[in-house]
């Protein structure tokens, strides 16, 4: 039996193995395929409703003139968003050689993956002919009829599309050394699934030497990448002359919130996947303090967009823009706005507190709060504005019908059911990258990086 | 004639794997290959070898990504001359986006492709000295060289700090 390693040195690269592989080796059991099949009821629910809707049209939902857009977009928007913090931690912190991305990247780039895929669904839920999706796309046809690459929604098309390949091969290209690893571990079915999943990885001097260049470039790639999704998005409305929408400011100011929800839902997965899967001695409150301080300086990055936005409402004296922006304080979506700003603007600043940033029960009740408050900052923005257009008389405010609110948690239900599956079946914490800053990890195990 | 062996020798930490690799070139003696379970810069910087020509190709392939999303657009457009908007047929900036795009579309998935080419990946066979646990916690230096010559590689890489040694035959 091989000595005990010195604590000053503890953890170990083997010990490191262990708590990860630990995580996903071992056989799941009921009360796990419980939590599967009931996420994956909330799907079957939201797919029979989606069903419904193809056969009997839009007319199941609550959209009605002038609000065309409302939850599935919302919807949209909110899931893109989600996924940035995924790139934000997994590329731009890499390239920043950022000490604390190694414990959670992972994780977060994961969520990128099934949150834009859960993206890529809301706009053809939105569709009235979702048969006729691929009309987005430029394909040569008898008709000569091309996509209209001056419209936003075609540069959507292209952005999502992008961000989802490559966020799925920069997350598949990390998992590489960490699946050769589980291989060696693992018997059965496992070590054939892992086997194929790794390519025959052996960690050679120069596959080490390729892969470091081609992740680098993958990194480089997807920073300007993840930029510029979320500002194609916020162009979808900036680009449109509505008051509410027709702003300068959207791109940043959604970039902002994109990461500012994005590393929330970090924390809202994290904190019981880390006491579920006993990462303890990987996932430390090093780590959780460092995401809580992104999630507070994003928080103070949009709580300036939106005393901006109000501010530019008022200045440009136009009183058509002013009436937009006094009907979102003060109209009928009003309560929406407020708790927008409470969970936003309000409830992040206790975040300045040390104490409440290592606090992992408060983290998650703040992280929660983050996550509502930012879907309703994307319903107030689409919905609202277009229920109080140019022209009051046709004023209309939308309410969502059943269709629309089962259909929404069918998508936190996939989200969610797909982000658990991976959790328990592949790396969840890079292996590698943990080995890497093992000096910091020690550290961090210590507390000598936050107390 | 001499018999050609393979040692190969396990290390704990990076370091000293760096120094084996630094000590056996210096030696001048045969053939080394060396696994690890994480990149290290102190190994790659020891083997001296170029940065990889995969950046190359990633620069090929987002030139190429921007000339398609020129000629997707642009041809598109000339292809049903519709003015909308009192716009130009050939509106430039919105078509920057989706150059953009495919530039990085491109450029990150040969990134991928040229390292799955280089690195010989899928590999079905175990390269020649591969342990399982140079995918976990150890370091590997594998040597190949002529049988007169392991019992100096030998000495080398014990004076270095390896952890253990094997030798077989290549």
Not at chain 1, 76 to 99: C, D, K, N
Not at chain 1, 193 to 218: E, K, V
Request: net charge neutral; glycine share 8%.
């Amino acid at each position: 039996m091989a000595a005990a390693l010195p604590q000053e040195v503890a953890p170990s690269f083997d010990e490191v193995d262990r708590h990860v592989l630990q995580a996903f080796m071992e056989t799941p059991g009921l009360a796990y395929w419980a939590w599967i099949g009931f996420c994956f009821t909330l799907v079957g629910i939201g797919v029979a409703l989606w069903t419904r809707q193809i056969y009997e049209g839009l007319g199941v939902t609550g959209l009605r003139q002038p609000v065309m857009w409302a939850v599935y977009i919302t919807n949209f928007v909110f899931w893109v968003g989600i996924a940035h913090s995924g790139t934000l931690i997994s590329a731009i912190l890499y390239l920043f050689r950022t000490r604390w991305r190694t414990g959670v990247y992972r994780a977060a780039e994961t969520m990128t993956l099934f949150a834009v895929l859960t993206a890529g669904l809301c706009p053809l839920m939105h569709l009235g002919r979702v048969w006729f999706f691929y009309w987005l796309l430029p394909y040569p046809n008898e008709r000569y009829l091309q996509p209209d690459f001056r419209s936003p929604l075609v540069w959507d098309a292209f952005a999502v599309s992008t961000y989802l390949t490559i966020s799925a091969l920069f997350l598949f290209m990390g998992l590489i050394p960490d699946v050769a690893n589980a291989r060696e571990h693992a018997r059965g079915w496992r070590r054939i699934f892992y086997a194929i999943l790794s390519l025959g990885w052996q960690g050679t001097d120069s596959q080490w030497r390729h892969f470091s260049m081609a992740y680098l470039l993958m990194a480089g790639l997807a920073t300007p990448l993840v930029l510029s999704v979320h500002s194609v998005v916020s162009w979808d409305f900036a680009m449109a002359q509505l008051p509410g929408w027709h702003s300068t400011i959207f791109a940043p100011y959604f970039v902002a919130g994109a990461i500012f929800s994005g590393v929330a839902m970090v924390i809202t997965l994290l904190v019981p996947m880390r006491r579920l899967l006993h990462l303890e001695d990987v996932v430390t409150p090093w780590h959780f303090d460092n995401l809580a301080k992104v999630v507070l300086l994003t928080s103070l990055i949009v709580t300036y967009s939106y005393i901006t936005e109000s501010f530019m409402a008022w200045y440009t004296g136009d009183p058509i823009e002013r009436m937009t922006f006094q009907m979102r304080y003060f109209g009928p979506y009003g309560w929406l706005f407020w708790l927008m700003c409470f969970c936003n603007c309000i409830a992040p600043l206790a975040l300045f507190s040390p104490r409440i940033r290592l606090n992992l029960k408060a983290l998650w009740v703040i992280s929660i709060f983050v996550n509502i408050g930012m879907w309703t900052e994307r319903f107030v923005i689409i919905a609202g504005s277009l229920a109080t257009n140019f022209e009051p008389s046709q004023w209309s405010f939308f309410g969502p019908s059943i269709t629309e609110i089962m259909i929404t948690v069918g998508t936190f239900g996939w989200f969610v059911g797909l982000f658990s599956l991976f959790a328990r079946f592949l790396p969840i914490v890079s292996m590698t990258e943990l080995k890497e800053g093992i000096g910091w990890l020690r550290q961090a195990l210590r507390g000598q990086l936050y107390e | 004639m001499s018999e050609t062996v393979e040692l190969a020798a396990s290390f704990v930490a990076e370091e000293t794997c760096a120094h084996a690799i630094e000590a056996l070139r210096e030696a001048h003696v045969g053939q080394s290959r060396i696994f690890s379970p994480m990149p290290c810069h102190k190994i790659q910087h020891a083997i001296g070898l170029p940065p990889s020509p995969v950046r190359a190709y990633v620069l090929g392939a987002g030139i190429s990504g921007v000339i398609t999303g020129l000629l997707i657009t642009i041809g598109t457009s000339w292809e049903w001359n519709l003015v909308a908007g009192g716009k130009p047929i050939v509106s430039w900036p919105p078509f920057i986006i989706i150059c953009f795009e495919l530039m990085i579309l491109f450029g990150g998935t040969t990134a991928l492709l040229t390292f799955m080419l280089m690195a010989r990946v899928p590999a079905f066979e175990p390269t020649a000295g591969y342990r399982s646990r140079f995918s976990g916690d150890r370091f590997g230096v594998v040597v190949v060289c002529d049988e007169q010559q392991a019992d100096m590689v030998e000495t080398i890489l014990k004076q270095v700090g390896a952890e253990e040694i094997m030798r077989d035959a290549a």
